[in-house]
């Protein structure tokens, strides 16, 4: 956990404003609360958050339009918390800049978790071009994948593909964002090349270590993840 790190919460309910507060606080966190969207905007703008949490539901405007004006000025991440569990909801947010979500009810573990991998992955590409876990290197400069101080051939698809995961390691990434940044938009219905190459891939670094089997997370009807929480 990184000490001090600000969280801005915007929720119009008190009762979840405090919870936060008091429990995020607890954690060494510095919570910003805001009741409604423009006023999350504004402490957005104004206090420059670490990372913020948007309920989608707020009295004067949208959700998703407070995530939209948010992403024009930040690049803090964002994890939503809603009451919609419908899959199309789930990537319209991801598409549009949130990093993770939240279904209500939810418990504070899980939210600290969300939290700390959220700030986890802002670090990792701000600092580093080798992501590292376990017995996994991936130098996105070499284009080369090391599995235990062992080369694993991957073809330049399978390659991109865990570029573009790892680069966002933690966050849900959809499948039509992947499938736009590997074959271009064009691709973005083509699903099954996307199904397709995550089975390879997967393969590939679980052969050489089995220890690396769930690393890459389905979260069905949505997209893919790097489990590193």
């Known amino acids: 956990m990184r000490s001090g790190a600000k969280v801005l ?3 119009d309910e008190r009762s979840i404003r405090r919870f936060m507060d008091a429990s995020l606080t607890a954690k060494g966190y510095e919570v910003l609360p805001a009741k409604t969207g423009r006023e999350g905007v504004k402490t957005a703008a104004d206090n420059h958050p670490d990372i913020i949490i ?5 009295p004067d405007m949208d959700g998703l339009s407070v995530l939209k004006e948010i992403r024009g000025f930040s690049k803090a991440p964002v994890i939503i918390l809603t009451v919609k569990s419908a899959d199309a909801d789930k990537e319209l947010l991801l598409d549009s800049g949130a990093d ?11 939210l600290l978790a969300r939290i700390r991998v959220a700030l986890r992955h802002s670090i990792n590409l701000q ?3 080798t992501f590292r876990q376990g017995p996994l290197e991936v130098d996105f400069g070499k284009r080369k994948v090391v599995i235990a101080e062992e ?5 330049a698809t399978e390659f991109n593909l865990l570029k573009a995961l790892v680069s966002h ?9 992947l499938l736009s940044e590997i074959w271009g938009p064009q ?9 397709i190459y995550v089975s390879q891939l997967r393969r590939k670094l679980e052969d050489k270590d089995p ?6 997370v389905t979260d069905p009807g949505v997209g893919y993840r790097i489990n590193i929480s």
């Open 9 to 11: 919460v915007i929720d």
């Open 54 to 58: 948007l309920d989608l539901n707020l």
């Open 100 to 110: 993770d979500y939240l279904v209500k009810p939810f418990s504070l573990t899980e």
């Open 127 to 129: 600092e580093d071009t």
């Open 151 to 155: 080369e694993v051939r991957l073809t």
């Open 169 to 177: 390691a933690g966050k849900i990434v959809t499948r039509s964002q």
């Open 187 to 195: 691709a973005v219905e083509q699903s099954h090349y996307l199904r």
């Open 211 to 216: 220890g690396l089997r769930g690393f890459i």
